[in-house]
């Protein structure tokens, strides 16, 4: 059984930064994709960004320039490095670890808040 477990969120101004970090416990053996989701408060989930066991990443377009994720295979970790928040980024953060991603499958963290508020 895999265990995510989600740190970093909290309340921030807008035009500041927070890193999120997931970690797994448990063999997290075939699950290529790391991937970060958000959902924010009436909206439905959405994908933020995701990282391929190789390195490749990908962004959803309102988070390019501004986010970065980034992970250590060696310690079953992966991070989102989130610069210059926007109000609009509050949600919850949820990571997810899977074989092909796309929030199909695999496994989720227990979610963490983001408040980007003045």
């Known amino acids: 059984q895999v265990q995510l477990v989600e740190s970093g969120g909290g309340l921030v101004q807008p035009g500041g930064s927070l890193r999120l970090s997931c970690t797994a416990s448990g063999s997290i053996f075939g699950m290529n994709v790391m ?3 958000r ?3 009436g ?3 959405e994908l933020v960004a995701d990282i391929t066991r190789d ?4 962004y959803a377009d309102f988070v390019k320039g ?3 994720i980034s992970r250590d295979n060696a ?3 992966f991070y ?3 610069n210059s928040l926007k109000s609009e980024d509050t949600a ?3 990571c997810h670890v899977s074989p092909w991603g796309g929030g199909v499958g695999g496994y989720w963290g227990q979610g963490t808040q983001v408040a980007v508020s003045s």
């Open 35 to 37: 991937a970060w989701h």
């Open 39 to 41: 959902q924010a408060p």
């Open 43 to 45: 909206k439905e989930r």
């Open 55 to 58: 390195g490749i990443m990908d």
């Open 66 to 68: 501004r986010f970065t």
């Open 75 to 77: 310690k079953n970790t």
């Open 80 to 82: 989102l490095q989130m």
């Open 92 to 94: 919850v953060y949820y």
